[in-house]
């Protein structure tokens, strides 16, 4: 059976794991449920992760912050943000030709006045936020010769990001941080700071400034005896999925300590573009190469996926860095159920994605 398979994949002359083989090689007598072989079963599961869906996702609603062309066509119902039951896109209007997904048309108005497409619109409020993101790699002795086998670099780390989070909350310049940390045994982003800002009240420029120069400040290389990588970006959030009930941001429903449960986790990837490459179909696509549509797809309801939200960094010049959040509020009664999509979304070989679950928050 497999050798049927090896081969059909050599006279293409490559590995691929869309190539087009024989289905009866897996549904033949031999390749009953019982009785199939660990590759059969790959193949196949390999198969449906990455075959295109009849359409790109089943969100009915979209809403926007702000005004725009088409944010007046609703339905013909009532419908707010209580009572919305399905899920949604939440895209800011500046961003929707950008960032709606390609094959998502927006809803148009025919002659009669009527919505042309089964995707509605909910104009909601800008909330005025700006998110920062600190990500630590690992601490890395100075000296290695001289570091005591005694030493545990991983808390001492924790510790030191800990207290800047404590600082941010007593000086109130952020409506809500968490510290996330991850939860396998190596990663490159052992730790990460996530803060909201409301632009209304604090300038986030000088928040960067300030919250740089404390990080920079707790690691001290040379009083700490440890150097690691820190990277600090400001972000705008271009696009989120979300299951109702929906979770507001913080400033409107309150901190990240009360929307969070003991079994709360979340699945961060990391992705840095060159600069330029941002284009606009690059973009559009963002649901194939962040894995969204995969997790959306493929995560099990038992996880409590609450939204699948993607960040894009503020700056004008440089590279430009991507992170995909994906908050799921059960995820941590069972964790085998995103164990089988973590690797999955690592095979594509583009950015990094870790578990993570949020130590502290406010």
Known sequence: MYRNAMQKAFEMAKFDINFDYDTNILNSERTDPNRRS?????LHWLKQIH??????LQCDYMMNFGGGGNAGVTRAEPISLATLDRDCFIIPVHSVDRFLPAGIPLPALNAEGKATSPLSVLEVSDPKLCILVHLMSPLEAIDPVM??????????????????????????????????????????????????INTMQTDPS?????????????????????????????????????????VLPSNESGSFKKSQTAATGYIIS??????GDDGERFEKNWLYWTGARMLYRYLPRAAGLRRIALHKSTSQKGDKMYLLVCECADLLKDISLAAFLIPALRARLCGYTGLYRPIQAF
């Not at 075959?51 to 790109?56: F, L, S």
């Not at 707790?218 to 972000?235: R, V």
């Open 147 to 196: 570091e005591s086998p005694l030493s545990h670099p991983l808390l001492k780390q924790r510790s030191i990001a800990a207290e800047l989070l404590t600082e941010v909350q007593q000086a109130n310049t952020a409506v809500g941080g968490m510290l996330l940390a991850n939860m396998e045994k190596s990663s490159e982003f052992p730790f990460i700071s996530y803060y909201l």
């Open 270 to 275: 990391v992705f840095k573009v060159f600069e």
């Open 51 to 56: 075959e295109k869906p009849p359409e790109p």
């Open 206 to 246: 000088n928040f960067y400034a300030g919250l740089r120069v404390s990080s920079l400040s707790k690691f001290e290389p040379k009083a700490l005896k440890y150097t690691a990588a820190h990277t600090l970006d400001l972000y705008s959030e271009v696009a989120a999925i979300c299951r109702p009930p929906l």
């Open 38 to 42: 660990k590759l059969s079963t790959l």
